[in-house]
């Protein structure tokens, strides 16, 4: 299997974190990974050939996690999809 680093990147938060009560993102990416999305699972986005690199954490923005949670590489370059827009390979 092949392994690619890992990048950190620093943020904050605005608001604070409740690690009792997941937030949208956390269970998005919960529901994406029991749905067999796993990193490095082969993947189709529409007739797009890709492959899960990893997931969306974003809590901001007009692509948050909790709607895209999936980070998937393409020939075009990575996109970040929801599970309605990929199916397995």
Known sequence: MRTQDLMVVEGSRRQP???ICPDGVELAINRAIHAGYRVGREVLVGHVAGRVVGYNIGHYGR???ARY???????F???K???QE???A
């Open 17 to 19: 974190h409740d690690p």
């Open 63 to 65: 692509f948050s996690g």
């Open 69 to 75: 949670p999936l980070l998937v590489k393409t020939e």
């Open 77 to 79: 370059g990575v996109a």
């Open 81 to 83: 999809c929801s599970l």
């Open 86 to 88: 990929v199916a397995a």
